[in-house]
Structure formats: C-alpha cells, structure tokens
C-alpha cells in the first residue's frame, strides 16, 4: 500500500529528477543511529502535506513515515536548498524541449492569511490582518520561472528585481543556457522610472501598464496567464493558509508548488 501511495504521489518521472539531488545519508562509522529512510515515500508524504494541506501530525499511516520524520527530512531538505535546485531541473527538461516560452516574462503578486512567524505583516486589503504575499513570475504561457514570498505589507513592485534576477540560467533546445525574456509585463503596481531604466539596461522591453495613462485592462490578454499560475499554485491547499512559522518553509512549499506545476507540463509531453 505504501508503494502503491508513493507511486501515485511521486511518479517515475519525476523520481528521476528528485533521487539525484536529494542528499546522501552518511551511515555513522561506529554503527548504530537512525536506518536509511525509503526516500521515495518520505519525499511523496510531502508532496501529499502540501496537497491536502494536512498538518504533519495527521499524515496517514500509509506512507509508513512517522510524521516527525517527515517534517525532519522537510526541514534537512530546506536547508540543502533542494527545492531550488529540482525546480531548475525540471525547467532544463522542458527547456531541452524548447517547452519554454521566453517571448515574455510576466509577474503578479497574492496575499494569504499567516498564523504566525516570520515573513508575515499586516494585510492592508484584509483589515490589518498577518498575512504573507507570494510572489510569481512566470514565462508567457505561465509556467513559474521564479517565486518568492514575503509580508502582506510588502509593495508588489520591491519583488520584481529579485524575481528577475532569480530566474535560473535554463537549458535550450539549442545553444547555450538562457534567463532572460524578451519582454516584461506587469501591471501598474509595478511601474516605476527606476524599473523601466533597470529592465532596458538588462535588454528587457517593459511592458508595465502606466498609471493615469493606460489601462490595466490592456493587458488582459496577457495577465489570465499569470493569474492562471496562481491558480495553479493555490490548487497546493498548503499555500491558501500559512501555518509555517518559519517563513524558509513556507516558501519551500512554493517552491515545490512551482516544481509539480511545472513537472506536469513535462508529464503530458512524455506521455
């Protein structure tokens, strides 16, 4: 049953890419200590938590991991920066297969409710309350290239150099690595003099809707992609309410939303 559970959560697929990067588990040279894990199954209860949107406590007997060990592996992986390191994988993938639409890079923010920790701060759009704000830029059919997350009361347009500096050099089908699209779109929260000078420096035309001038709405065309990549995201139950008080694993969970966004893609053109 446990095989059966982390063969449905975790598929072969996508196995392929995670077994490599996880770290290794170094047996202590005197004897003794903690037994190797089934990684598999531990990996799958994780993505089953940031599925379900469970707390680690009520994870199902069914994966054979003790809900400690669960989250103790979470937290080992975290900190390895592994979650990183597999969305880039599968984005080479779909690089590979000039799956990745670089024409435009397009970028958009949403709040949730925070319990508690850090990386929270007053909502301003929900009457004061904590809340965390995830950030999203995603390439010009959706798929998340970058993601971040900060307090509610954080300004939407502070995010977008990072973001864009943290779009990871991605395999092509042909020629070398690439991290930058043609275009950025964003809508007028994102307008700046600073933004537009920083984004032509880097060879990015700005397409940001102008405040008192032009309408969002002309960007409709566009946005309901990235709209969509939140969509996405917010299908991972873990994401529409922060209960980590540590704001590294909030964004771990993310960052693994972004990665089975993506590996779906890859998935069906396997298929």
């Not at 597999?86 to 397009?106: F, Q």
């Not at 390439?139 to 995010?159: C, F, I, R, T």
């Amino acid at each position: 049953m446990c095989a059966d559970l982390s063969q449905r959560m975790v598929p072969d697929g996508l196995w392929e890419l995670v077994a490599p990067l996880l770290p290794s588990f170094n047996s202590r040279p005197q004897g003794g200590g903690t037994a190797p894990l089934d990684e598999r199954a531990v990996f799958a209860a994780v993505v089953y938590v940031l599925t379900s949107g469970c707390a680690w406590r009520y994870l199902p007997e069914t994966f054979g991991v003790s809900p400690a060990t669960a989250h103790r592996r979470f937290t080992a992986w975290t900190e390895a920066g592994l979650w990183r390191r597999l969305h880039r994988a599968v984005l080479d993938e779909l690089g590979a297969r000039g799956e990745i639409d670089w024409t435009s890079a397009i970028v958009d923010a949403a709040s949730v409710r925070a319990k508690r920790g850090s990386l929270t701060g007053p909502n301003p759009v929900d009457r004061g309350k904590r809340g965390s704000k995830l950030h999203v830029l995603s390439e010009a059919q959706g798929l998340p290239l970058a993601v971040a997350v900060s307090g509610a009361n954080m300004h939407d347009s502070l995010a977008l150099k990072p973001l864009i500096r943290g779009i990871p050099a991605i395999r092509s089908r042909r020629g070398p690595r690439r991290r930058r699209p043609v275009k950025l779109r964003a809508d007028k929260a994102y307008f700046s003099a600073d933004h537009l000078s920083w984004l032509r420096e880097r060879g990015l035309v700005p397409r940001i809707a102008r405040p008192g001038i032009e309408s969002g709405e002309r960007l409709g065309r566009h946005r309901w992609k990235i709209e969509r990549s939140i969509a996405w995201l917010f299908g991972y139950r873990r994401l529409t309410v922060r209960y980590e008080r540590k704001g590294s694993h909030f964004l771990a969970f993310l960052g693994l939303a972004a990665v089975l966004t993506c590996y779906k893609k890859l998935a069906k053109l396997t298929t």
